[in-house]
């Protein structure tokens, strides 16, 4: 299973960007999605994720209303809607693909490349 995220870019504080995790090798109603952030000098976190069995989706309080996670499975590809950006938002986006939605990274089996995410004025 291969990941690819894209979207990243330089906003605004209160803007809005659409990240993308294309899937190839494997498809989404068998792998749990999930995005993590890391910014400079911190862990890589988990904050959202889409389950692959039945679509739930998991956030964490602090993207919570202002991030969504969505599935297409005509295109293999996780979105994710971030709104109303914040600088502390800003760092690294990855997706991983697993067999279930956690927040602990050693769980998940494959990894994109990671897309960077600038929120500034």
């Known amino acids: 299973v291969q990941l690819q995220a894209s979207g990243g870019g330089l906003v605004q504080p209160g803007g809005s960007l659409r990240l993308a995790c294309a899937v190839s090798g494997g498809i989404l109603d068998h792998w749990s999605i999930g995005w993590f952030r890391q910014a400079p000098g911190k862990e890589r976190e988990g904050f959202s994720c889409?389950?692959?069995?039945?679509?739930?989706?998991l956030n964490a309080d602090s993207v919570k209303d202002r991030f969504t996670i969505t599935r297409d499975f005509d295109k293999n590809t996780v979105y994710l809607q971030m709104n109303s950006l914040k600088p502390e938002d800003t760092a690294v986006y990855y997706c991983?693909?697993?067999?279930?939605?956690?927040?602990?990274?050693?769980?998940?089996?494959?990894w994109g490349q990671g897309t960077q995410v600038t929120v500034s004025s």
């Open positions: 889409i389950s692959a069995r039945d679509g739930r989706t």
């Open positions: 991983a693909a697993g067999a279930m939605c956690t927040t602990k990274v050693d769980e998940w089996f494959y």
